[in-house]
């Protein structure tokens, strides 16, 4: 009975939330899932540091076979889009560190994937996470978010070995974008 593991990360300065599924005998079982909430006072740095080491210790801990983080957007807000670009990176470079796959993946195609459109609510994927999985307990919106982005990579992973035959998720996959074929492969169940 082998089993893949992955870590589905939502990354942000206030809140970074985070969730592992596993795939056993072609189920989905929820493993764990939780927030990282670093001061919002403290300097960029510290907050910055409590994400990697946070991250760094989930992994430590769980041990997954993959890493999905939700891909940049842009935003009106320039600065709010530059520190979250600070908050992916340090949650990307505490997966790179063990050398696991990092699957950069875009919101609306997780909330495709999961709820069916892209346009989703908050409300909308919480909802569809905990028709997919066993939760046992009460699930924040940042660790719903980090266990869809699991869950559309999981049904992206071809192999049940990342390294012998994952693609990563992100835009830059073979340098195209992705196409309403790409989301359909997500939806075949």
Same mark, same amino acid.
């Given at each position: 009975m082998s089993a893949l593991r992955v870590l589905g990360i939502d990354p942000g300065l206030r809140v970074c939330g985070w969730g592992v599924i596993d795939v056993v005998e072609e189920q /989905? *079982?929820? %493993?764990d899932s939780? +927030?990282?909430? @670093?001061?919002p006072d403290a300097p960029i740095l510290a907050r910055l540091s409590v994400l990697q080491f946070g991250?760094?210790? %989930?992994l430590d801990r769980l041990q997954p076979a993959a890493v999905a983080?939700? !891909? =940049?957007?842009?935003?009106?807000n320039v600065r709010s889009a530059l520190? /979250?670009? !600070?908050a992916r990176a340090a949650c990307m470079l505490a997966a790179a560190g063990d050398g696991l796959p990092v699957h950069e993946i875009p919101p609306a195609l997780v909330k495709k994937a999961v709820a069916g459109h892209g346009r989703a609510s908050k409300d909308g994927v919480r909802d569809a996470v905990l028709r =997919?999985? %066993? *939760? @046992?307990?009460a699930l924040s919106y940042d660790a719903a978010d980090a266990l869809a982005l699991a869950l559309c990579a999981l049904r992206r992973l071809e192999s049940p070995l990342p390294s +012998?035959?994952? $693609? @990563?998720?992100? $835009?830059r996959r073979r340098g195209r974008k992705w196409t309403a074929r790409d989301v359909a492969g997500f939806l075949e169940d």
């Amino acid at each position: 009975m082998s089993a893949l593991r992955v870590l589905g990360i939502d990354p942000g300065l206030r809140v970074c939330g985070w969730g592992v599924i596993d795939v056993v005998e072609e189920q /989905l *079982v929820y %493993v764990d899932s939780g +927030t990282l909430r @670093p001061d919002p006072d403290a300097p960029i740095l510290a907050r910055l540091s409590v994400l990697q080491f946070g991250i760094r210790a %989930v992994l430590d801990r769980l041990q997954p076979a993959a890493v999905a983080i939700e !891909e =940049a957007f842009a935003g009106r807000n320039v600065r709010s889009a530059l520190r /979250l670009g !600070e908050a992916r990176a340090a949650c990307m470079l505490a997966a790179a560190g063990d050398g696991l796959p990092v699957h950069e993946i875009p919101p609306a195609l997780v909330k495709k994937a999961v709820a069916g459109h892209g346009r989703a609510s908050k409300d909308g994927v919480r909802d569809a996470v905990l028709r =997919a999985l %066993v *939760v @046992p307990e009460a699930l924040s919106y940042d660790a719903a978010d980090a266990l869809a982005l699991a869950l559309c990579a999981l049904r992206r992973l071809e192999s049940p070995l990342p390294s +012998t035959g994952a $693609r @990563p998720m992100g $835009r830059r996959r073979r340098g195209r974008k992705w196409t309403a074929r790409d989301v359909a492969g997500f939806l075949e169940d």
